[in-house]
T-cell receptor, first 114, second 113 residues
Framework: DQQVKQNSPSLSVQEGRISILNCDYT??????FLWYKKYPAEGPTFLIS?????DKNEDGRFTVFLNKSAKHLSLHIVPSQPGDSAVYFC?????????????FGTGTRLKVLA | DGGITQSPKYLFRKEGQNVTLSCEQN?????MYWYRQDPGQGLRLIYY???????QKGDIAEGYSVSREKKESFPLTVTSAQKNPTAFYLC????????????FGDGTRLSIL
């Protein structure tokens, strides 16, 4: 049972335009959501997060939106740059048996075209 | 510079052999995690540890073992019982405070000879 889903395996965007990456989840107990960026042969790098008590968090070019009623999370990158080309994972966290466990989506490969 | 160090970056295993992947962190984090990534899949949790000398199985623990003798170190052993060990292995850590991200090492790619 995939609790965190990224339904788009890939996305291509022109440089300077907006990139929108989407993520859906099923477990209403998740209270913390994160986006990670990953280059080949490297570990994921934390990008931005949002608590379930908020619906938006912004950090520079990156904004995460949370729609709890729809159980939907999105990451907006504006403007997109070629260096943003990477695989993006969304993750959701809930405390389970006294510890924080993270469930990751399958990733979306973003390609920003120059 | 604080971070998580995984070694080696590439590892080859012969049939029937156990291999150990190293993970060291100097972030003073309490919790440490091991994940496995396969092509086209998300990260799947193998084992995690909240404190020294304590660890729990994740979703795919069969064929793996861990130890947590020091706060800084959380090695993963891939045993011969793991029939499909070829994958990219990632170690992560986080502080115990709520709503904190995990920080990852650069991974170890394990292949079968």
């Amino acid at each position: 049972d995939q609790q965190v889903k990224q339904n788009s395996p890939s996305l291509s965007v022109q440089e300077g335009r907006i990139s929108i990456l989407n993520c859906d989840y099923t477990n209403s107990m998740f209270d913390y959501f994160l986006w990670y960026k990953k280059y080949p042969a490297e570990g994921p790098t934390f990008l931005i997060s949002i608590s379930s008590i908020k619906d938006k968090n912004e950090d520079g070019r990156f904004t995460v939106f949370l729609n709890k009623s729809a159980k939907h999370l999105s990451l907006h990158i504006v403007p997109s740059q070629p260096g943003d080309s990477a695989v993006y994972f969304c993750a959701a966290s809930a405390i389970t048996s006294g510890t924080y466990k993270y469930i990751f989506g399958t990733g979306t490969r973003l390609k920003v075209l120059a | 510079d604080g971070g998580i160090t995984q070694s080696p970056k590439y590892l080859f295993r012969k049939e029937g052999q156990n291999v150990t992947l190293s993970c060291e962190q100097n972030l003073n984090h309490d919790a440490m995690y091991w994940y496995r990534q396969d092509p086209g899949q998300g990260l799947r949790l193998i084992y995690y540890s909240q404190i020294v000398n304590d660890f729990q199985k994740g979703d795919i623990a069969e064929g793996y073992s861990v130890s947590r003798e020091k706060k800084e170190s959380f090695p993963l052993t891939v045993t011969s019982a793991q029939k499909n060990p070829t994958a990219f292995y990632l170690c992560a850590s986080r502080s115990w405070d709520s709503n904190q991200p995990q920080h990852f090492g650069d991974g170890t790619r394990l292949s079968i000879l």
